[in-house]
């Protein structure tokens, strides 16, 4: 395998676990109290908008959403059996009884829906709104009032992260974020999936969730300057207008940065890799263990139908 591979084979930490997605199949490897690793596989369904530039973007996080909180509940699961639990609420013991997974697949999608929402509140109305009070103090022309908007952004996301490293249990998440990317760099570098192989690569990767949400907020940057600040309230609802755009732009540059070796393309991963600090930790052998097991059952046969 040469050394300039890039693959699109890719994942997500879990607690106490990863899931790896490959060309042709979806594998995720959870380790149990018993210290077993319990191993759940799916398939991979092409889709007609992932040939569509701008709309597969969109389409993709929608899908990735409601997929990653269905393995993230999966993996908590796994990695809480028979672990003792409080005593169930009317509420709980009729959940378990009533609902079908049609029902929880409705559910799934209303919490995905809820952490956009969430997402969008932090990262477009608070920024905006908080804009709009130092603008009633203090006059500001348009180019101050963009990067104001953009400061405040930022700090939002940089403080919302740093304050998810502080909890242990995310904490170790984000040490098994580290052994996800150190796995897929030892395949993309032609190694062997060996523990000692995939400790001495780096932790840090372009191709990254963490790099899209930061490539996000950076182009919004940019490509909200564009709209008025007659009203506040009209600047949320056009930003809201042109948030698929937005992910779709994110998405068609994050993917050409993570297949290019050019200076412009590093100048572009960079924040990413930077942000990464926050979102990947070292992770320990028996996380590495966890990742090669969850990756193995996903790497195809051919190596050119894994290239991203």
């Not at 699961?77 to 609420?89: H, Y």
């Not at 998810?164 to 052994?179: N, P, Q, S």
Request: proline content about 5%.
């Amino acid at each position: 395998m040469s050394k300039e591979f890039r693959t699109s084979v890719g994942g997500q930490a879990l607690m106490e676990g990863i899931m790896m997605r490959g060309p042709e199949k979806i594998c995720c490897a959870v380790r149990k109290p018993d210290g077993t690793i319990d191993l759940t596989y799916d398939t991979v369904t092409v889709h007609w908008y992932n040939r569509v530039p701008l709309v597969r973007g969109v389409c993709n996080m929608a899908e990735n959403l409601y997929k990653g909180y269905r393995y993230l509940m999966h993996a908590a699961d796994i990695a809480m059996e028979g672990e003792a639990e409080p005593a169930e609420s009317k509420l709980d013991k009729w959940f378990e009884e009533h609902a079908t997974p049609a029902v929880q697949n409705v559910l799934m999608t209303c919490a995905a829906f809820v952490g956009v929402v969430l997402a969008l509140f932090l990262f477009t109305f608070l920024p905006t709104f908080l804009t709009g009070l130092v603008m009633k103090v203090v006059p500001l022309g348009r180019w101050p009032r963009v990067i104001l908007e953009g400061a405040l952004k930022m700090a939002i996301f940089l403080g919302y992260m740093f304050l998810c490293t502080r909890f242990k249990d995310l904490h170790r998440v984000f040490e098994y974020h580290g052994a996800e990317h150190k796995t897929i760099a030892c395949y993309e570098a032609g190694l062997p999936l060996t523990v000692e192989n995939i400790r001495r690569q780096s932790r840090f990767h372009p191709r990254c969730g963490t790099s899209f949400m930061i490539l996000v907020i950076i182009i919004s940057i940019f490509l909200y300057a564009v709209l008025p600040w007659t009203s506040t309230g009209m600047r949320i609802v056009y930003k809201l207008c042109m948030f698929p755009l937005l992910v779709g732009i994110s998405y068609e540059i994050l993917k050409w940065a993570g297949r290019s070796d050019s200076v412009l393309s590093k100048i572009v991963s960079q924040p990413g890799l930077w942000m990464q600090r926050l979102t990947t930790f070292e992770p320990d052998d028996s996380m590495i263990e966890v990742a090669i097991a969850a990756v193995t059952p996903v790497l195809p046969e051919k190596q050119e139908e894994a290239r991203w």
